[in-house]
């Protein structure tokens, strides 16, 4: 990332938060604080301004006398954030008067790394250990307990899902495994996202940000088709999102194909075609389109500029390299080694 800046703010009664520390610049940035620059007796304090500002308005309190301690690290977009950090033991609520005052019609994805927890919402609780996950709705009440642990949240606006509050409710306060298959691999692509860098890559944000997005969608999916409380609608933009994640994931095996995808989805080639027409692509030009755009941001990198083409495109992949370039040169109007030179500040394409 490039480009940093630090701003102090004051908190309650003018008490100073702990700086907050934003880099980046375009799609993606990147905010830490800490409390440890803040007095003893004012940490708490200092950390609940921040996040609920950062995250969604809550009601804190801490859970015990110990000194409390906190880091949080917010990384994504204007539309998607990940916040981690490690936090002392806390109870939280977002009351209906919170909710009529401020509603960022979003919906949290929370993750346990250490620690347990409690959550809350309508009818519905969940406790949680390490591993699991957790969703909730910013529209509804909800109380919320934490211990001392790392946790993570993943905010998401509700209209980058395709689902209606309705479907999404059952799910919402219920423990979602984290441990195994799709859950296990949102996990993963959650960690990663929220691993520290020295120094933090706009390029290993951005390219986690869409597969966060996918595997979530791909997760509620699973568990709502599993209770047969889709609609043939969104039975089929579930499926759309499930074989999009899924070819998101396998581009870079040679051997991904409509045919693979349809196997892996245990559906014919006929009715792969029929679900992905309604977003305009056939099968292989979904793989093809995806393809090739992760080999023009690799191009475009500055983090890459010592990978070859070939590489970069036997990543993705192409494992003809002369196709590819044909490929490349039909979609962005000219050979790859000529677009890196021009958008990826390198003096000499490099073949």
């Given at each position: 990332?490039?480009?940093?800046?630090?701003?102090?703010?004051?908190?309650?009664?003018?008490?100073?938060?702990?700086?907050?520390?934003?880099?980046?610049?375009?799609?993606?940035?990147?905010?830490?604080?800490?409390?440890?620059?803040?007095?003893?007796?004012?940490?708490?304090?200092?950390?609940?301004?921040?996040?609920?500002?950062?995250?969604?308005?809550?009601?804190?309190?801490?859970?015990?006398?110990?000194?409390?301690?906190?880091?949080?690290?917010?990384?994504?977009?204007?539309?998607?954030?990940?916040?981690?950090?490690?936090?002392?033991?806390?109870?939280?609520?977002?009351?209906?008067?919170?909710?009529?005052?401020?509603?960022?019609?979003?919906?949290?994805?929370?993750?346990?790394?250490?620690?347990?927890?409690?959550?809350?919402?309508?009818?519905?609780?969940?406790?949680?250990?390490?591993?699991?996950?957790?969703?909730?709705?910013?529209?509804?009440?909800?109380?919320?307990?934490?211990?001392?642990?790392?946790?993570?949240?993943?905010?998401?606006?509700?209209?980058?899902?395709?689902?209606?509050?309705?479907?999404?409710?059952?799910?919402?306060?219920?423990?979602?495994?984290?441990?195994?298959?799709?859950?296990?691999?949102?996990?993963?692509?959650?960690?990663e996202l929220a691993r520290p860098r020295t120094p933090a890559r706009a390029a290993d944000i951005?390219?986690?940000?869409?597969?966060?997005?996918?595997?979530?969608?791909?997760?509620?999916?699973?568990?709502?088709?599993?209770?047969?409380?889709?609609?043939?609608?969104?039975?089929?933009?579930?499926?759309?999102?499930?074989?999009?994640?899924?070819?998101?994931?396998?581009?870079?095996?040679?051997?991904?194909?409509?045919?693979?995808?349809?196997?892996?989805?245990?559906?014919?080639?006929?009715?792969?075609?029929?679900?992905?027409?309604?977003?305009?692509?056939?099968?292989?030009?979904?793989?093809?389109?995806?393809?090739?755009?992760?080999?023009?941001?690799?191009?475009?990198?500055?983090?890459?500029?010592?990978?070859?083409?070939?590489?970069?495109?036997?990543?993705?992949?192409?494992?003809?390299?002369?196709?590819?370039?044909?490929?490349?040169?039909?979609?962005?109007?000219?050979?790859?080694?000529?677009?890196?030179?021009?958008?990826?500040?390198?003096?000499?394409?490099?073949?």
């Amino acid at each position: 990332m490039v480009g940093s800046s630090t701003v102090r703010r004051r908190g309650p009664r003018g008490k100073p938060n702990p700086p907050l520390r934003t880099k980046g610049q375009g799609r993606v940035r990147e905010t830490t604080f800490t409390t440890e620059e803040l007095p003893a007796g004012e940490r708490f304090e200092g950390w609940y301004e921040l996040a609920s500002r950062v995250l969604i308005p809550t009601h804190v309190r801490r859970d015990d006398t110990t000194e409390f301690q906190a880091s949080t690290l917010v990384r994504g977009s204007r539309a998607l954030q990940l916040a981690t950090g490690t936090v002392g033991a806390f109870s939280a609520e977002r009351t209906e008067k919170l909710i009529r005052r401020s509603d960022p019609e979003r919906y949290l994805l929370d993750v346990v790394r250490t620690g347990t927890g409690l959550v809350c919402q309508g009818s519905q609780e969940a406790y949680l250990n390490a591993g699991d996950l957790v969703l909730t709705d910013s529209s509804q009440p909800c109380r919320a307990r934490h211990e001392t642990g790392i946790h993570e949240s993943l905010v998401v606006p509700k209209a980058l899902l395709p689902f209606t509050a309705a479907q999404l409710a059952p799910l919402l306060a219920r423990r979602l495994d984290g441990d195994t298959g799709i859950g296990a691999v949102l996990s993963r692509c959650l960690y990663e996202l929220a691993r520290p860098r020295t120094p933090a890559r706009a390029a290993d944000i951005e390219r986690l940000l869409d597969p966060a997005l996918e595997l979530l969608t791909t997760l509620l999916a699973h568990e709502l088709d599993s209770q047969g409380t889709l609609t043939p609608k969104s039975q089929q933009q579930a499926l759309l999102a499930r074989i999009t994640s899924f070819v998101h994931q396998h581009l870079g095996d040679p051997g991904l194909c409509p045919r693979t995808v349809a196997h892996a989805h245990h559906i014919s080639l006929r009715r792969l075609q029929q679900v992905l027409a309604t977003s305009g692509l056939t099968p292989a030009a979904l793989i093809r389109t995806e393809r090739l755009h992760q080999c023009q941001r690799a191009l475009t990198d500055p983090a890459q500029t010592d990978r070859t083409i070939q590489s970069i495109a036997t990543r993705w992949g192409f494992t003809n390299h002369a196709h590819f370039t044909r490929l490349f040169r039909a979609t962005y109007g000219m050979p790859p080694g000529e677009y890196r030179a021009a958008h990826g500040g390198l003096g000499r394409p490099r073949e």
